[in-house]
């Protein structure tokens, strides 16, 4: 049946068919990365925080140190910022926002392709539905003047394959960027909690400890 169907679509279904596969690793390749961060567990960094507040900056740093989400790692690059001299607090927090911004980009990753492909898709679709439809209108004129209607007929379903099949890609890539840049999204806003939680919190006395400790 496959066959049949890349047959009968021509090049635009064999370029769908490219677009499909590019689609799936990419999104096997995303389901595998933010499994492998563990996104989903966020209450070391409360573990954190209090430690930090307790003036403990070694035991913070190691809640975060066994874990491997953006939030993570952001938020014990905070903490070493927070316990480096020389730095003021504008400055501190520039460095932060800025290797914040570096992970999240990092979690988007891969992710304008899959928009890109969910876009093209159903554009390649109409494609190949528009150059079948010529095909089935030229076979058409060349039957002359007692065309057969079946000929149109059959014609015209078989262009509006690629149609249906650009269709059948883009909504599933679509729903698939869309509930990663959620989690992207859920990341972050974790993430910006996190660092207004710490610099409200009195931390002057807890950076001497870290600078002591490092």
Do not use: C
């Not at 790692?73 to 290797?99: H, K, N, P, W």
């Not at 876009?119 to 003047?145: E, R």
């Amino acid at each position: 049946m496959l066959t049949e169907w890349l047959r009968l679509g021509g090049p635009a279904m064999w370029a769908l068919l490219l677009l499909s596969v590019a689609a799936t690793t990419l999104i096997i390749v995303k389901l595998w990365e933010f499994y492998e961060l563990r996104l989903h567990r966020q209450g070391y960094a409360a573990r954190s925080l209090d430690a930090w507040q307790r003036r403990q900056p070694e035991q913070a740093l190691a809640v975060l140190a066994a874990e491997s989400s953006p939030l993570a790692s952001v938020l014990g690059y905070a903490l070493r910022t927070l316990g480096e001299s020389g730095l003021d607090e504008v400055q501190q927090r520039e460095r932060i926002a800025q290797f914040a911004q570096a992970r999240l980009e990092a979690m988007r990753s891969f992710l304008r392709p899959l928009e890109l492909i969910a876009q093209l898709a159903p554009l390649l679709g109409l494609l190949g539905t528009v150059l079948g439809m010529i095909d089935a209108f030229q076979a058409l004129q060349a039957a002359g003047a007692q065309p057969d209607p079946g000929l149109l007929s059959g014609g015209i379903w078989q262009a509006l394959l690629t149609t249906a099949a650009g269709l059948v890609i883009a909504i599933p890539v679509m729903a698939a960027h869309v509930g990663f840049e959620r989690v992207v999204e859920r990341q972050q806003l974790a993430i910006e909690a996190a660092l207004t939680a710490l610099f409200t919190t009195p931390t002057a006395s807890a950076a001497a400890s870290a600078r002591h400790a490092a």
